[in-house]
C-alpha cells in the first residue's frame, strides 16, 4: 500500500527503537486505515508496547518516522499524541482512584478560565457513553468499579480528549467473557463511526473475531501485515511464533485420592475492611489441578492471600497434608511446601530492581547449594539462574540486568521457573498465563500438566474458561466471596459456570468432592 493512499490515517516508517542491549523495534512500517480496527500480534518481547508507546508519545524512535493523515508529526509526549488524535489506554489503569469518573476523564486538561462545568461534562461524557455503549457513571468514585468499568473510563477518557486513534494494550486480559463481548461491541461502533482502533494481543481468536487487519511482530521486526480474511489462527500462530506449534499436551494421570489441601469454612477480611471470603471450604488433592473460576473481585486473590500466609483467616482453617498452616507467615507457608505465582507478578513475586539472579534465588537464598553459611554462594546462584533461563526459554539480555527491563510475558516464565523449580507439594497459580503469548501459555501450561502429573496439587484461579477448561480436573466457581458450587470435568458446561460466576448458585456447594472417589482425570 502506498503511503499517499487516503485511507491511512497513521504511518509509521522505519521505526527504530533501542534498549541497552535489546533493539526493541527494528525499522518497522505499520500503517493503519481509517475507520479499521488493527490488530498487533506478537509474542511476548516482540516489540509491541514499544512500539505502541512510541506512537502514544512516550518513547522516542531512536530512527524512523511518523506520518498522521500524511503529515510528519513529533510525538515528544502524549499531550503530543493527544493532539494529533492518538490516545492510549494501557494494560495498567493510570486514574486516582479517589475521584470520580468525571473528574478523572478532564484531569490535566487545559483548564479554562472560568470554573469547569461539570453539568457540561457530565453531559458530554453521558453522550460518548450511550454512541459507544460504554456505560459509566461519570460521578462513581474510581475505586468503587470494577476493572471493566475503569477501562470503559479510560476509553472514553481518550474519546473525550478527541482520539480518532485509539491504541489498546491487551484490553481482554483484565475482562471477562462477557466484557469483552462488550468491548468488541464497542470497537465496532467506534469503527463506524471512522475511528481506528489498534488493539494490542494474544490471542488469536480475538484477532479473527475483531479486526479487520492484523501486523505481526516477531523479535522486534514487523513480520507481514494481512487482512483477517486471509489469515487463519494457524497461520498466524506460525507466523508469530517463527516454527510449528500445536504440539500436544502431556496426556493426565489419574490423580490420588491423597487430600494435600483442605481449607474449611475459611472467612477473611478484604482490603476494604468487609469479608471477602465468607466460609469457603475447598479440598486439593496430589495430583490434582482444583480450578477457581469467577469474575475478579469476588474473593480469589483473598483466597490465595490466606492460603500463602500474606491474610490473616478471621474464621475456618487450612490444612496442607494434615498440618495447620492457618495464620503462619509467608516464610513458614513456603517451608512447608507451597509455591505461589501471584497475580500482582512484580509486585509480590519478583522485585523488579533486582537482578535476574537475585529474582531467581529470592526464597531460597537460606537454604543450600545457594547458602554458604551465612553467605550466598554466588557461582551456585548464577548457575540456578542460567539454567532456569535456559530450561524455561526466558528471554533475557543478561543475568544481571534488572527483571523490570524483561516483558511482562518474560518475567511471568521466570517466577513460574523459580517457583515450579522449588518442587513444592502445593502451587497456587493466580493467572498463570494471563498477558502471555501462545508459545509462552502452551510452555506454562505443559509444566502445569507435568507438576500435577509429579503429584503436586495445584489451585489454579482463572477468569479464562479456557485455561480452566484444559487444565482443571475439577473447578469451583466463586461469587461474592462464596463457592457457588464445584463441578467436575464431566459436569463441565460454560452456560452453568457463567450463571454461576454471576451469583446463581448450584445445589453441590460444599466445595469437597475428594476422597469420594467421583473424580474424573
Ligand atoms: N524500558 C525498557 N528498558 C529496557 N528494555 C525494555 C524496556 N521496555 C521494553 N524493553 C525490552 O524490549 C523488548 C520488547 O518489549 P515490549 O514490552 O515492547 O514487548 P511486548 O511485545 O509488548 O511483550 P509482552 O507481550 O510481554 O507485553 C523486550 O525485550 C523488553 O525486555
Ligand atoms: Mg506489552
Known sequence: MLSGDAACVVEMRDVTKRFPGVLANDRITFRVHAGEVHALLGENGAGKSTLMNILAGLYRPDAGEILVKGR????????????????????????????????????????????????????????LSSTYG????PRAKIWQLSV?????????????????????????AVLTPQEARDLFATLNRMKQAG?????????????????????????GRAITTLD??????????NLMVGRE?????????????????????????????????RGVSLEVAAGEVLGIAGVAGNGQRELAEVITGLRRVQE???????????????????????????????????????????????????????????????????????????RFQVKAAGLDRPIRLLSGGNSQKLLLAR??????????????????????????????????????????????????????DRVAVLFAGRVMGVLRRDEWDIERIGLMMAGSATADTTGCSADKGDRVS
Do not use: W
Not at 249 to 265: D, H, N, Q, T, Y
Open 316 to 390: 475456618g482453617c487450612i490444612m496442607l497434608r494434615g498440618a495447620d498452616i492457618t495464620n503462619r507467615t509467608p516464610l513458614e507457608v513456603i517451608r512447608c511446601g507451597v509455591g505461589h505465582i501471584p497475580e500482582d507478578r512484580l509486585g509480590t513475586g519478583m522485585v523488579p530492581n533486582l537482578s535476574v539472579v537475585d529474582n531467581v534465588i529470592l526464597k531460597s537464598y537460606r537454604s543450600r547449594p545457594v547458602a554458604k553459611g551465612p553467605f550466598i554462594h554466588a557461582r551456585a546462584a548464577r548457575e540456578r539462574a542460567a539454567d532456569l533461563v535456559q
Open 195 to 219: 475511528r481506528s482502533i489498534i488493539f494490542i494481543t494474544h490471542k488469536l481468536d480475538e484477532v479473527m473475531e475483531v479486526a479487520d487487519r492484523v501486523t505481526v511482530l516477531r523479535d
Open 245 to 277: 506449534i500445536g504440539g500436544t499436551m502431556p496426556g493426565k494421570k489419574e490423580a490420588c485420592s491423597e487430600c494435600v489441601l483442605r481449607i474449611s469454612g475459611v472467612s477473611a477480611l478484604g482490603d476494604r475492611g468487609t469479608l471477602a471470603l
Open 419 to 472: 517457583e515450579i523449580s522449588a518442587n513444592p507439594s502445593l502451587l497456587v497459580a493466580v493467572h498463570p498465563t494471563r498477558g502471555l503469548d501462545i508459545g509462552a501459555t502452551e510452555a506454562i501450561h505443559r509444566m502445569l500438566i507435568e507438576q500435577r502429573n509429579r503429584g503436586v496439587a495445584i489451585l489454579l484461579i482463572s477468569e479464562d474458561l479456557e485455561e480452566l477448561a484444559a487444565l482443571a
Open 228 to 237: 483477517r480474511k486471509d489469515a487463519t489462527p494457524k497461520l498466524l500462530a
Open 72 to 127: 510528519r508529526v513529533q510525538l515528544g509526549s502524549p499531550r503530543h499524541a493527544i493532539a494529533a488524535g492518538i490516545g492510549m489506554v494501557h494494560q495498567h489503569f493510570r486514574l486516582v482512584q479517589t475521584f470520580t469518573v468525571a473528574q478523572n476523564i478532564t484531569l490535566g486538561m487545559p483548564q479554562p478560565r472560568f470554573v469547569l462545568n461539570m453539568r457540561a461534562i457530565e453531559d458530554e461524557i453521558a453522550r
Open 148 to 172: 471493566g468499568e475503569q477501562q470503559r473510563v479510560e476509553i472514553v477518557k481518550m474519546l473525550y480528549r478527541g482520539a480518532n486513534i485509539l491504541i489498546l494494550d491487551e484490553p481482554t
Open 134 to 137: 460504554l456505560r459509566v457513571d
